[in-house]
């Protein structure tokens, strides 16, 4: 038999009660609602498997529901959470969170991160607009190509 119940629980085993003073023998043959039955079931099985055992099962079922239902659902069920946060907690909710992934970012890669995706984004940007108007091809398209073969050397 468990030492107690539930967390905030203790079993005193001379007297037979649990610290709210119920005689655990009247909670044992009382009903329990199907919601404490859970909490029960689940505690024991978090004491019993861990949390590896919860991430694969989550995962799994996460497989399931793509199988099933594909990617569109994610993409539905995320679109209608972000409107209930915008919702909820507005503007400054999303600079915020903006800012620390930021420098979380900046943090882990370092400054002259932002500066290289910088740089790669106006590459592909001048790369568009030049496809889009036509033209052939320009002066830092052949330093590109003289710096790729440098690279290659």
């Known amino acids: 038999m468990p030492r107690h119940r ?21 909670r044992r043959s009382g009903s329990m609602s199907t919601e404490g039955a859970g909490r029960l079931g689940g505690r024991s099985t978090a004491r019993s498997h861990g949390r590896e055992f919860y991430e694969d099962i989550g995962h799994r079922g996460g497989e399931r529901v793509a199988r099933e239902y594909g990617p569109e659902f994610y993409s539905e069920i995320g679109r209608k959470g972000g409107r209930r946060v915008a919702e909820e907690y507005g503007r400054p909710y999303y600079e915020e969170i903006g800012h620390k992934g930021g420098e ?16 790669r984004g106006g590459r592909s940007r001048g790369d568009e607009m030049q496809r889009s108007s036509g033209r052939g091809r320009s002066r830092y398209d052949e330093d590109e190509e003289d710096r790729d073969r440098d690279w290659d050397r």
């Open 104 to 119: 979380a970012v900046s943090h882990k890669y370092g400054p002259e991160f932002y500066s290289d995706i910088g740089r």
């Open 6 to 26: 539930y967390e905030d629980e203790e079993y005193d085993e001379d007297r037979g009660r649990t610290s709210h003073g119920r005689s655990s023998r009247s």
